[in-house]
């Protein structure tokens, strides 16, 4: 009509364009076609005008695309600058590396001098070498028991280092002094786990083994006895004396304990006493 050409028919509301954004997840329009470059630059407009971050985790964007270059794509993750420090026990860097390489001022442990030395382990328990390579102590606590259970087993492997040979020695001949069956298995070896002569063993000793044991540990749960166990009033009054009692008890006790784990492994190899084995050790003082 005259009317609509010569622009005198107006609509009700204002005429808005509107610019809609084309996904494209198959990447069926091509990269230069004019749909894909306006897609992109509406994606852009968007994420500049809300201040909006990409997260790409496949690595999608390549690194010389406008969204790298402007630093919007962020990381899931913030990056973490992990420095670990460089150990060098063997002296293996040169001079004019240490400085700017080797971490100097770890303090390595004792017993094994190419391993850093523990926090937990610093030098206030006796006998202290700095040997925790598995990271068994996690916690003072933890250590504190552990130190319990090492006493234990060492007071107990020393006794077992002493009775083992002793009984291998003199058990036929007590046996024959009191008209009883011996209680050596064959080889003259001591009864053990492995040979199976423990069986040989009358029950009710063994049920007063662990009465006894128990009695010892409710007391030491209960802390109803504290006092050191010095019959014979060997035990040093003065500080330094103790330590110096308690580094040859935890030592001797770490020695015993792999005696008793060698006793075990010969018998059970060569099915022999160790005492036969290694006459040289035992014989010549019996």
């Known amino acids: 009509s005259p009317e609509r050409q010569e622009g005198r028919i107006q609509s009700m509301e204002p005429v808005v364009e509107l610019t809609r954004?084309?996904?494209?997840?198959?990447?069926?329009?091509?990269?230069?076609?004019?749909?894909?470059?306006?897609?992109?630059?509406?994606?852009?407009?968007?994420?500049?005008?809300?201040?909006?971050?990409?997260?790409?985790?496949l690595g999608l964007y390549p690194t010389s695309s406008v969204e790298y270059?402007?630093?919007?794509?962020?990381?899931?993750?913030?990056?973490?600058?992990?420095?670990?420090?460089?150990?060098?026990?063997?002296?293996?860097?040169?001079?004019?590396?240490?400085?700017?390489?080797?971490?100097?001022?770890?303090?390595?442990?004792?017993?094994?001098?190419?391993?850093?030395?523990?926090?937990?382990?610093?030098?206030?328990?006796?006998?202290?070498?700095?040997?925790?390579?598995?990271?068994?102590?996690?916690?003072?606590?933890?250590?504190?028991?552990?130190?319990?259970?090492?006493?234990?087993?060492?007071?107990?492997?020393?006794?077992a280092a002493v009775g083992w040979p002793i009984s291998e020695l003199l058990d036929k001949k007590l046996s024959t002094v009191m008209h009883m069956k011996p209680m050596v298995v064959e080889g003259d070896r001591v009864p053990s786990l492995l040979n199976g002569g423990l069986l040989q063993v009358n029950p009710f000793f063994w049920f007063g083994v662990l009465a006894m044991a128990g009695f010892v540990e409710v007391l030491d749960v209960m802390k109803v006895n504290d006092r050191v166990f010095d019959p014979l009033k060997l035990y040093p009054s003065d500080t330094e004396g103790q330590k110096r009692m308690q580094l040859a008890e935890i030592k001797n006790g770490r020695l015993a304990m792999m005696a008793v784990t060698t006793f075990v492994a010969i018998e059970a190899i060569t099915r022999q006493a160790v005492v036969n084995t290694t006459p040289f050790l035992f014989h010549m003082a019996f």
């Open 69 to 159: 270059q402007e630093g919007q794509i962020k990381a899931l993750e913030p990056e973490v600058n992990m420095v670990k420090p460089v150990l060098d026990p063997l002296r293996l860097y040169p001079p004019t590396q240490i400085d700017d390489e080797v971490d100097t001022d770890v303090v390595m442990s004792e017993a094994l001098p190419f391993m850093a030395k523990p926090a937990l382990l610093d030098g206030e328990l006796v006998g202290d070498a700095g040997f925790d390579p598995l990271g068994l102590s996690k916690s003072r606590e933890d250590l504190l028991w552990q130190r319990k259970a090492e006493l234990k087993h060492s007071r107990i492997a020393m006794l």
């Open 21 to 57: 954004n084309i996904n494209d997840p198959m990447g069926l329009y091509p990269q230069d076609s004019d749909e894909f470059m306006e897609s992109l630059r509406v994606e852009r407009e968007s994420i500049v005008s809300n201040n909006r971050q990409l997260h790409d985790p």
